[in-house]
């Protein structure tokens, strides 16, 4: 019953699932782009921190995607409907056999599956007792890869597989099935003599195979031995020829004894590529395949199998870039000619205008290349008895470094040591300092296009030992040899060091590596990595304020080693050769991905940029207006500094934020040098110092504060609980302790204390320590000393600052974390570890106000009303919001209540969470932009950041510095978002005009071998047109897929540059437009092309 039970509601749940899903049939995007919002299907019901939104704060608010594809697979979301929307497609209804397909099976239709399988094990109900070819002759023998299973006679079977002659066999005796061959039964296969049509005539001259073993086929359906008799004519072609012509690779073409059908080799090819399965998994499934029981056994063919696999990929890589067409053939191949190159990044003379040199300084930043570049330590490879006698099929041609030049120019290198002036950076010093025993390599260092994640040419090379900047620098120089362009912006982890000297080590490469003078180099640090670094590297080194990059994260080439990771153990173990083909193979695939979702994944770019042009060009426009009432002046200031240091890097940045100059640390500090200098004078008077005595008090109320918190969560453990017992304990004694102490200090108290009731030693998380500030003025003298209750009020006031410091970072924490929230998360492990972090992050947010709240409380006692209040303010519910979100109004507080209510969340929760009894539910105000929300200023906590009472005015310094970057990065934001725009408009551009190049190129070469013989030139024609008609077709398709959002983009982009343009009337005027996106899922049929060999 109970199980009846669990799946009732399973179905009632998918129920409820589906009537919603169908009264929502689209998810609307503002044509203003205000906000974009995408349902996410299956999602678990959201937490009651959840909905929030919140951006953080940069230059790491806008965190890497966790998607492997590199994209969002959701964009900004939305509430308000205003006139002209965009409207993205939502999901199919949901049905209970959609949603729950083998519940549904399992109660109907797997009995009868079971029945109708275990019925093929006979001779099934279509069974007459005669041949179902001749109608005569009993029927014994039937075909498992025949549709229908068809029982036939031996002349009937044999006649009917002339032409396929690897289907497997099975004969009716003794009552069941048992396994037979067609060679078994005398099916002959003649190759290579050239007959008439209808003639079955054998070559007069044949030979046949090697004595009476027969001749070994891989299929895709299994390991065949078959009767096999090449022509032996004059004029014949030689055997490991004859077996081509009829798609079957020879394993050797010397007298080959075995070959695999091409079939074979495509299909495993391809579940290489997009599955990773290594050779040896595929030949023995091959294995079972053929016998499963173990009973018989075939010859082993593994090494052939891989040879086979090798000259396959060779061949497969020279057809699709051409190779067959040039005269010079596959010799004739120049370095990284063989690698699917970025269609959208610049390559002057294919997808450039011709006058892109002589561009004007505003557009000459779309005509630059980014790139990223990055080690990965997983894909080690290890030394190999044979490796000098193993060779690359191809050296140099695709994605990987020409090896020969490559390691005679490391073993240069082979002492290098690099000295880093970054923290963060012990991973790359470890990785240096490996051992390497064993190891041929210990990884591999990669150059990918930084907006599309593809590998450049020459892009992948082996490390020898750790990430040294001469394997670092080689790869990069290899994969923009010959570049052109005035610009390359470089991501790199540590781009910070390594990109000091960089020139400088560039002229002790060979000579054909350098790169011209005129080309400018800008190196970043990733967006995820930035914050591992010091903070002197935060502004120079962030692409959030760097010119002409756009939204670019600098993290794609992340996601690249999420896919070449999967093959890392199996590489590892190959010959050096063997290796490096296998390597370029997969890195040529992963490309060609990219190529196909290429349009996908632009028009998803274009769709988020045009959300971020105008949600960051009206907060900033409303930003500064605000501004302009009492800080005109200033404003012109930061202007001015914020382009002089965006021309010249060594100019003052005003992105530095002056640090915090008040802290509990430099307190305790402070107090300690005091102290200090009191033993010094002979002044001190006890072991246990007041200073000592008050901070070990504000320790102890964090160590109250923190078993509260625990306490209030429900169903604990066993565990917990004898946790929470001990935590207890350890706390009660620290507590006898600081009496011990104040019996020293505060001697009075002691009889103050008798004429109370006794503490509750059982919960010491609520025992009171009594400090001055516990006692009203009149009563604090007759206590304690004057001297306590100063240090305490200092102590109290640096613990204030600290909490709104903290509640600043955690706020910015939150923000990241929501961000991802809006996601589809790839998998539930990482689900729960979002919304386990999220709890981490609400649960510091609450603790921070409790301690403000008592600190203040206790400032409050110690030091009075005045004018300390306007800057100290109490700290409300609706102050605690990040510095681009708002409080919910009255109509989402309402569909706030219905999503808690669905969440299972109670009645009571969910009013004390909207009173502020919790941290307040807020939404980002910038993605509302509802009237007058976009001007809502930003709580005080981000504006209250030193001491008021400072006698040096560092308070309205460090403010006026908020002010100044807080604007400088909303200045940032609007101009990053804008650039994103026109940068993925020039990309989509580019990567039309190289289909169209690429149409052409293909055209080129139909005449290029001449008198050739008929068949080959007919074959070359045919496969040259094919690749120039798909070549027009994609850009058709394309085309038409980007138009109407190119179309508003372009639209978006005038009103942005057009002050003039009243912003609220022209974008109302936007007409409504309907955008196609695929949302969830891995992309289908990615595969589809490679038939077409790209």
């Known amino acids: 019953m109970p199980k009846q039970k669990d799946e009732d509601r399973l179905r009632a749940r998918i129920k409820h699932a589906s009537q919603q899903a169908s009264s929502k049939q689209y998810t609307s995007i503002h044509s203003t782009a205000h906000r974009i919002h995408t349902t996410k299907r299956n999602a678990p019901p959201p937490k009651p921190s959840e909905f929030q939104t919140v951006p953080g704060a940069w230059p790491d608010d806008t965190p890497p995607s966790l998607d492997p594809q590199g994209l969002?697979?959701?964009?900004?979301?939305?509430?308000?409907?205003?006139?002209?929307?965009?409207?993205?497609?939502?999901?199919?209804?949901?049905?209970?056999?959609?949603?729950?397909?083998?519940?549904?099976?399992?109660?109907?239709?797997?009995?009868?599956?079971?029945?109708?399988?275990?019925?093929?094990?006979?001779?099934?109900?279509?069974?007459?007792?005669?041949?179902?070819?001749?109608?005569?002759?009993?029927?014994?023998?039937?075909?498992?890869?025949?549709?229908?299973?068809?029982?036939?006679?031996?002349?009937?079977?044999?006649?009917?597989?002339?032409?396929?002659?690897?289907?497997?066999?099975?004969?009716?005796?003794?009552?069941f099935f048992h396994q037979t061959s067609l060679r078994e039964l005398g099916l002959e296969i003649q190759i290579g003599h050239r007959r008439l049509p209808g003639d079955r005539r054998e070559c007069p001259f044949r030979e046949g195979t090697r004595g009476s073993e027969g001749f070994l086929v891989l299929g895709w359906n299994g390991i065949h031995i078959v009767n096999l008799?090449?022509?032996?004519?004059?004029?014949?072609?030689?055997?490991?020829?004859?077996?081509?012509?009829?798609?079957?690779?020879?394993?050797?073409?010397?007298?080959?004894?075995?070959?695999?059908?091409?079939?074979?080799?495509?299909?495993?090819?391809?579940?290489?590529?997009?599955?990773?399965?290594?050779?040896?998994?595929?030949?023995?499934?091959?294995?079972?395949?053929?016998?499963?029981?173990?009973?018989?056994?075939?010859?082993?063919?593994?090494?052939?199998?891989?040879?086979?696999?090798?000259?396959?990929?060779h061949i497969k890589t020279g057809k699709r870039f051409g190779r067959a067409h040039d005269p010079t053939g596959l010799g004739g191949t120049q370095e990284g000619t063989c690698a699917v190159p970025c269609r959208a990044c610049p390559i002057p003379g294919v997808n450039l205008p011709e006058n892109w040199h002589q561009a004007p300084a505003s557009k000459k930043w779309l005509y630059s290349l980014l790139l990223a570049e990055d080690a990965n330590f997983k894909q080690k490879a290890r030394a190999r008895p044979n490796d000098h006698r193993d060779v690359p099929l191809n050296p140099g041609w695709g994605c990987t470094v020409a090896h020969k030049p490559y390691l005679e120019e490391m073993a240069k290198y082979a002492n290098q040591d690099e000295i880093s002036h970054c923290v963060g950076f012990s991973a790359i010093w470890n990785a240096n300092n490996k051992k390497t025993k064993g190891l041929r390599a210990t990884g591999v260092g990669?150059?990918?296009?930084?907006?599309?994640?593809?590998?450049?040419?020459?892009?992948?090379?082996?490390?020898?030992?750790?990430?040294?900047?001469?394997?670092?620098?080689?790869?990069?120089?290899?994969?923009?040899?010959?570049?052109?362009?005035?610009?390359?912006?470089?991501?790199?982890?540590?781009?910070?060091?390594?990109?000091?000297?960089?020139?400088?080590?560039?002229?002790?490469?060979?000579?054909?590596?350098?790169?011209?003078?005129?080309?400018?180099?800008?190196?970043?640090?990733?967006?995820?990595?930035?914050?591992?670094?010091?903070?002197?590297?935060?502004?120079?080194?962030?692409?959030?304020?760097?010119?002409?990059?756009?939204?670019?994260?600098?993290?794609?080439?992340?996601r690249v080693w999420s896919s070449l990771n999967e093959i890392a153990s199996s590489a590892s173990m190959m010959t050096a050769g063997g290796r490096w083909d296998i390597m370029d193979d997969h890195c040529n695939h992963w490309n060609w991905r990219k190529t196909v979702l290429l349009p996908e994944n632009l028009l998803k770019k274009l769709l988020r940029a045009i959300s971020e042009a105008v949600i960051h060009t009206l907060a900033f426009e409303a930003f500064t207006d605000g501004l302009k009432i009492h800080h005109s002046a200033e404003l012109a200031l930061w202007e001015s500094q914020v382009i002089a240091w965006e021309e010249r890097r060594d100019s003052f940045c005003p992105y530095d934020l002056p640090v915090n100059t008040v802290t509990l640390s430099k307190l305790k500090l402070e107090l300690a040098a005091e102290e200090h200098q009191k033993e010094v004078e002979g002044k001190s008077t006890s072991d246990q110092t007041i200073s000592g005595m008050v901070i070990e008090a504000v320790d102890i109320e964090e160590a109250q504060r923190s078993l509260v918190a625990t306490l209030e969560k429900k169903n604990l453990s066993e565990f917990q609980q004898t946790t929470i017992q001990k935590a207890r304990t350890a706390l009660l004694r620290r507590i006898r302790k600081f009496r011990d102490m104040q019996a020293i200090h505060m001697p009075r108290l002691a009889r103050h204390l008798s004429s109370l009731e006794p503490p509750d030693e059982e919960r010491p998380e609520l025992i009171d320590l009594y400090l001055p500030s516990s006692f009203d003025d009149a009563t604090r003298p007759k206590i304690c000393s004057k001297k306590i209750s100063e240090i305490e009020e200092r102590v109290r006031n640096a613990q204030l600052y600290d909490c709104l410091a903290s509640l600043r970072s955690q706020l910015r924490a939150r923000g990241i974390l929501y961000q991802h929230s809006d996601r589809a998360t790839?998998?539930?492990?990482?689900?729960?570890?979002?919304?386990?972090?999220?709890?981490?992050?609400?649960?510091?947010?609450?603790?921070?106000?409790?301690?403000?709240?008592?600190?203040?409380?206790?400032?409050?006692?110690?030091?009075?009303?005045?004018?300390?209040?306007?800057?100290?303010?109490?700290?409300?519910?609706?102050?605690?919001?990040?510095?681009?979100?708002?409080?919910?109004?009255?109509?989402?507080?309402?569909?706030?209540?219905?999503?808690?209510?669905?969440a299972g969340i109670s009645k009571e929760d969910i009013e004390k969470m909207l009173s502020g009894v919790d941290n307040i539910p807020t939404v980002m105000v910038n993605q509302v932009l509802g009237r007058g929300d976009s001007r809502a200023a930003p709580s005080w906590i981000w504006y209250t950041l030193g001491d008021p009472t400072d006698p040096n005015g560092s308070a309205t310094k460090e403010i006026e510095a908020?002010?100044?970057?807080?604007?400088?990065?909303?200045?940032?934001?609007?101009?990053?978002?804008?650039?994103?725009?026109?940068?993925?408009?020039?990309?989509?551009?580019?990567?039309?005009?190289?289909?169209?190049?690429?149409?052409?190129?293909?055209?080129?070469?139909?005449?290029?071998?001449?008198?050739?013989?008929?068949?080959?030139?007919?074959?070359?024609?045919?496969?040259?047109k094919e690749q120039s008609v798909h070549e027009l077709q994609r850009a058709e398709q394309w085309e038409e897929r980007w138009r109407a959002l190119r179309d508003r983009a372009a639209a978006i982009v005038r009103w942005i540059d057009d002050p003039k343009v009243s912003r609220d009337t022209e974008l109302g005027n936007l007409a409504r437009l309907e955008v196609e996106v695929e949302v969830d899922g891995e992309e289908n049929n990615i595969d589809k092309d490679m038939d077409n060999d790209w």
């Open 72 to 175: 969002e697979n959701v964009v900004p979301a939305a509430d308000i409907e205003e006139p002209g929307k965009l409207k993205v497609k939502a999901k199919a209804k949901r049905y209970l056999d959609s949603d729950a397909p083998l519940l549904s099976w399992r109660d109907k239709h797997r009995e009868e599956y079971l029945d109708h399988i275990m019925m093929s094990e006979g001779r099934g109900q279509m069974f007459t007792g005669t041949c179902s070819g001749c109608v005569s002759e009993q029927a014994v023998y039937r075909c498992q890869d025949c549709i229908g299973l068809p029982l036939l006679c031996k002349q009937c079977l044999l006649e009917k597989h002339t032409d396929m002659p690897l289907h497997r066999i099975q004969e009716w005796k003794d009552d």
């Open 446 to 558: 990669a150059v990918t296009c930084s907006r599309h994640e593809v590998i450049r040419p020459n892009g992948l090379g082996d490390l020898q030992v750790g990430e040294r900047y001469g394997n670092m620098d080689y790869i990069l120089l290899s994969a923009i040899i010959g570049c052109v362009l005035a610009l390359i912006v470089i991501s790199y982890d540590i781009a910070c060091q390594w990109g000091k000297g960089f020139r400088e080590r560039m002229k002790k490469m060979p000579q054909h590596l350098h790169l011209r003078e005129d080309i400018k180099l800008k190196f970043k640090v990733p967006k995820f990595h930035l914050p591992a670094h010091v903070e002197k590297c935060f502004a120079p080194y962030a692409f959030n304020f760097t010119e002409g990059v756009g939204l670019t994260d600098g993290e794609g080439i992340e």
């Open 826 to 902: 790839p998998s539930q492990g990482l689900y729960r570890r979002l919304n386990a972090w999220k709890d981490q992050v609400e649960a510091k947010i609450k603790s921070i106000r409790l301690c403000y709240d008592k600190s203040r409380a206790a400032l409050l006692s110690l030091r009075g009303h005045g004018d300390w209040e306007n800057v100290l303010r109490v700290l409300r519910g609706e102050d605690i919001r990040g510095i681009g979100e708002r409080l919910l109004k009255e109509e989402e507080k309402a569909e706030f209540r219905r999503a808690q209510e669905r």
């Open 962 to 1024: 908020s002010l100044r970057v807080e604007w400088c990065k909303a200045r940032a934001r609007a101009r990053r978002a804008r650039e994103e725009l026109l940068l993925v408009e020039e990309e989509m551009r580019r990567a039309l005009a190289f289909c169209h190049w690429r149409a052409k190129w293909w055209t080129e070469q139909l005449e290029r071998r001449p008198n050739l013989s008929s068949p080959l030139s007919e074959g070359l024609r045919a496969y040259a």
């Open 229 to 313: 008799f090449f022509c032996g004519c004059e004029g014949a072609p030689e055997k490991h020829l004859q077996l081509l012509d009829i798609g079957w690779w020879p394993a050797s073409y010397k007298n080959p004894q075995s070959a695999a059908t091409f079939e074979c080799l495509h299909n495993f090819h391809i579940t290489n590529l997009q599955g990773k399965l290594a050779h040896t998994d595929f030949y023995r499934s091959l294995e079972q395949i053929s016998d499963g029981s173990g009973l018989t056994s075939v010859p082993d063919r593994e090494a052939q199998f891989m040879t086979m696999m090798r000259e396959w990929r």
